[in-house]
């Protein structure tokens, strides 16, 4: 799938930037014209509304089932993060928030268009990890069992970061 943007396709067109960032959150097969459920709605810090749909939902705990009981803390992320980033392409935002998951934080990344935003993805992930291995000299991973790292075994790994 093509990253920041959609085309026209088959003389169909795309009326609204909103129904461009759907077609391309839901997958090219889906209809944007279907109805779309919201399953929750907060305001980012800037006071822009952001949705998360159960579509949505359903792809992030399909892809990430670790984040199935964190549903508040993904709208959490949103509403009031603690560290906030621009994302990989235009009006894409990362938020993160502190967790008590193995990982320590949780990220969801919202797609914006017409002012108003959507989740696209959100999963626990660690920030700063070689500055973690460089403090603790190890990482905490759980898969799902706790097994630890050194610094010895992940240092290839994080140079060709």
């Known amino acids: 799938m093509r990253r920041g943007g959609c085309r026209r396709r088959s003389g169909a067109a795309w009326s609204t930037p909103i129904e461009q960032t759907l077609r391309r959150c839901l997958g090219r097969q889906a209809s944007v014209r279907r109805s779309v459920t919201v399953r929750a709605a907060v305001d980012d810090p800037d006071g822009r509304t952001v949705e998360l749909t159960d579509e949505r939902w359903e792809h992030i705990v399909e892809r990430h089932p ?59 992930t660690i920030i700063g990890a070689k500055a973690l291995i ?28």
């Open 66 to 124: 670790e984040i199935e009981a964190l549903d508040q803390t993904v709208l959490q992320a949103v509403e009031a993060p603690d560290r906030r980033l621009p994302g990989r392409v235009a009006n894409e935002e990362w938020y993160y928030v502190r967790t008590d998951t193995p990982s320590n934080w949780l990220k969801a990344v919202v797609a914006y268009a017409e002012g108003r935003g959507h989740i696209v993805t959100a999963y626990v």
């Open 134 to 161: 460089d403090r603790e000299g190890e990482i905490k991973i759980t898969l799902p069992e706790i097994i630890h790292v050194d610094s010895r075994v992940l240092a290839p790994a994080l140079v060709a970061a």
